[in-house]
Structures are given as C-alpha cells and as structure tokens.
C-alpha cells in the first residue's frame, strides 16, 4: 500500500529555521515527481514546491523562494523541505504528494504542523 | 502568481447535479490541460477527484465529471449524496514546472 508520512512539523520564533521530512513507501519513489503543499489553518490549499525524479529540477512558490529548499534522498525514499527564516505567515499544515498524471499532486500524506511564532 | 477563482460555496439537495467552476487565464487554464480537482474533509488531506481536466483516478465514482472551456475550468457532481458535503480545490500547471490552486468552494447538501 502506498504511503507518505510527513514528519519534523512543530513551533518555531520568527527567523527559524526547520526541516520537514516525507517517507515514501509502498511505490518506487525515484520514479516520481514530488510536491510540497501547504494549508494555513483554515484557509485554502497552495503549492510551495516541486522536485523531479532525480531531483535536478526544482521550483518554488515566490512567497517561499530564497527561504524554502527542497530535496530528496532516493536511497532513504524521503523528500525533504529545508525551511530557512520562517515567519509567522507561514503557519500551516504542510503536505507532501506524489505526481499522478502530468503535473498534478495525486497521492498525500497527512500533513504536519508548522506554527511560526513567538 | 494569483490563485485560480472559485466560487466560496455551491450547494443542491441529494439526487441533483452541481457544477463548480475554477476561473484562471491563458497563462494556467487556458494554456495548459493539466487542470485537476481536489476534495478535502476538516482535519482531513486532499483527495484527488479528477486529473488532466476530465480523468478520473481509480475509485472515484463516474458520478464527478469535468471539462475546461477557455480559462474556466467545471467540476460537475451528479447525483448528489451526502458524503459529498466537503471543500473542493481546483489547480492548474503554470508552465515553469509551477502550480498554482484555486481558493476552495465549500459544497453543501441540503
């Protein structure tokens, strides 16, 4: 059965930093596209980031760009999100998924929390 | 990048059909047919419903369909039950490897 658990959510001042971690199993994970979403509480969905399969593409939204890094590890099958002076806006539920089709988030996990604040 | 438009809330009592539309532009929409639909219960993760602008992943119910026209993108619900009662999000390829997803329309089965 195909799986993707989110972990590394938690509270963290404005300026900080955290890394949120997404293992994959129950798919061949190198052979998929992967995304990061994001749901402030709520509020609506929005798309923070995409990664290729060998992770040489990327792409970021522009309220994350320069602060948010994505990566992934084929050999550990987890994707990650590097996040780098986080502020108070970007309180959310984060959401890893997995391409179905052509440009699509198809399979996700169930998310963590991130709170920013002081 | 703006978020795609929705309608806040839609509704229709068991058995009838509603539609749902996602409004963007030539540059998301309109220009690509990588258009998808989400629905999503409180506290819960989004389901996909619908890729490709009318596909429907295995175990999804004929009863969601959808098609583009221009920028505007449609979610039809047919016979509506009430386990459809929850939010529904659209998203659009941006070009760039980018997406960008509408805010949300909130279903309510009277």
């Known amino acids: 059965e195909m799986q993707l658990v989110e972990s590394g959510g938690g509270l963290v001042q404005p300026g900080g930093s955290l890394r949120l971690s997404c293992g994959a199993s129950?798919?061949?994970?190198?052979?998929?596209?992967m995304y990061w979403v994001r749901q402030a509480p709520g509020k609506g969905l929005v798309w923070v980031s995409r990664?290729?399969?060998?992770?040489?593409?990327?792409s970021y939204a522009d309220s994350v760009k320069g602060r948010f890094t994505i990566s992934r590890d084929n050999t550990k099958n987890t994707l990650y999100l590097q996040m780098n002076s986080l502020r108070v806006e970007d309180t959310a539920v984060y959401y890893c998924?997995?391409?179905?089709?052509?440009?699509?988030?198809?399979?996700w996990g169930q998310g963590t929390l991130v709170t920013v604040s002081s | 990048q703006s978020a795609l438009t929705q309608p806040p809330s839609a509704s229709g009592s068991p058995g009838q059909s509603v539609t749902i539309s996602c409004t963007g532009t030539s540059s998301d929409v309109g220009g690509y047919n990588y258009v998808s639909w989400y629905q999503q219960y409180p506290g819960k993760a989004p389901k996909l419903m619908i890729f490709?602008?009318?596909k429907r992943p295995s175990g999804v119910p004929d009863r969601f369909s959808a098609s583009k026209s221009g920028n505007t993108a449609s979610l039809t619900v047919s016979g509506l039950q009430a386990e459809d009662e929850a939010d529904y999000y659209c998203?659009?390829?941006?070009?760039?490897?980018?997406?960008?997803f509408g805010g949300g329309t909130r279903l309510t089965v009277l």
């Open positions: 490709e602008v009318s």
């Open positions: 998924a997995r391409e179905m089709g052509a440009a699509t988030p198809g399979y």
């Open positions: 129950g798919f061949t994970f190198s052979n998929y596209w």
């Open positions: 990664m290729s399969t060998d992770g040489t593409i990327t």
């Open positions: 998203s659009s390829y941006t070009g760039s490897n980018r997406l960008v």
